[in-house]
């Protein structure tokens, strides 16, 4: 009913880049431009906290940690949900997540690595 397939993770150097990208299929979605959409991330031993989140009218709230360095964008097209995360700090490290809030569904994640 619902597939989420999150991709663009990897090992970075603290001061680095990386694009997150979120595929989005199944009939659950199908009116997908009507919903809100979010990354959330956890680190071990950590709740999985939400990072951004952008409306289905394109408002757009981040929590204050990543402000000025991450920005959450969509392609309703493409049913696709974007993270660009600039200046990426060790404790940016976790796995992240995108998901409608709320639906329940969630998918495999993809893991951030920020490392010297």
């Known amino acids: 009913q619902a597939q989420f397939v999150e991709s663009g993770g990897g090992l970075v150097q603290p001061g680095g880049s990386l694009r997150l990208s979120c595929a989005v299929s199944?009939?659950?979605?199908?009116?997908?431009?009507?919903?809100?959409m979010a990354w959330y991330r956890q680190a071990p031993g950590k709740q999985r906290d939400m990072v951004a989140v952008?409306?289905?009218?394109?408002?757009?709230t981040y929590i204050d940690s990543v402000k000025g360095r991450f920005t959450i964008s969509r392609d309703n097209l493409k049913k696709t949900v974007y993270l660009q995360m600039n200046s990426l700090k060790p404790e940016d490290t976790a796995r992240y997540y995108c998901t409608r809030p709320g639906s329940g569904y969630w998918g495999q994640g993809t893991q951030v690595t920020v490392s010297s």
């Open positions: 199944g009939s659950f979605f199908n009116n997908f431009r009507l919903y809100n």
């Open positions: 952008i409306s289905n009218a394109g408002m757009i």
